[in-house]
């Protein structure tokens, strides 16, 4: 069992692990059906995800990616889950119910301040949420995160804008973030999640 880059993410033969602090068993992570898995198997140097952490997590949806971020956290951190549709959140809310250190949280990622007051020092804001706005959605949450904290964004290209090549995009997105951050990692995520891109930001 080797972590890999201090990520609180475990290798083990050709799988991808994580530890259920609840279960005390590891459980698999699959880079075809988590983003921050398959930008691990890139190379992904640092998520700024460590254990106690408080984590912001846009587009939960049914949980199956911040499930593995609340084994990341452990007993002693946080995952808000942020998911906007009702349908979707059934399952995340019940996931919720068997590990205390998940809360979900039903409103619009693209409307922060509706549940700004229901965070308690956010240390790290990931994102997965195909939509048009997509980095402005990232941005104005990344300001609910710690001076010096970090941001993830697991991008997709064709949400952000479909008349342009993913590649055009990835690096229009780049200088975006450039701007206002602190980029300190970059991963295409082919042949994981096609015409998906995933960035590591550290707050100014």
Known sequence: ??????TR??????DLLTKNPYTKKYEKIDPRHSKLAAAVKKGLSQTGIKENSRVLYLGASHGYTPGHVSNIVGKGGLVFCVENSVVVARDLVLLCKEKSNMHPLIFSADKPGDYKD????????????????QVGIFLKNLGLVKKGGFGLLALKARSYDVSKKPGVVFKEVLK???KETNVVDFKLLDPYEKDHAFYVVKKK
Not at 9 to 14: A, R, T
Not at 124 to 132: G, I, M, P
């Open 118 to 133: 229901r965070l308690v020092g956010v240390d790290v804001v990931y994102q997965d949420v195909a939509q048009k706005n």
């Open 9 to 14: 993410i475990y290798k083990k033969g050709g």
């Open 176 to 178: 975006e973030l450039e």
């Open 1 to 6: 069992m080797i972590e890999i880059n201090k």
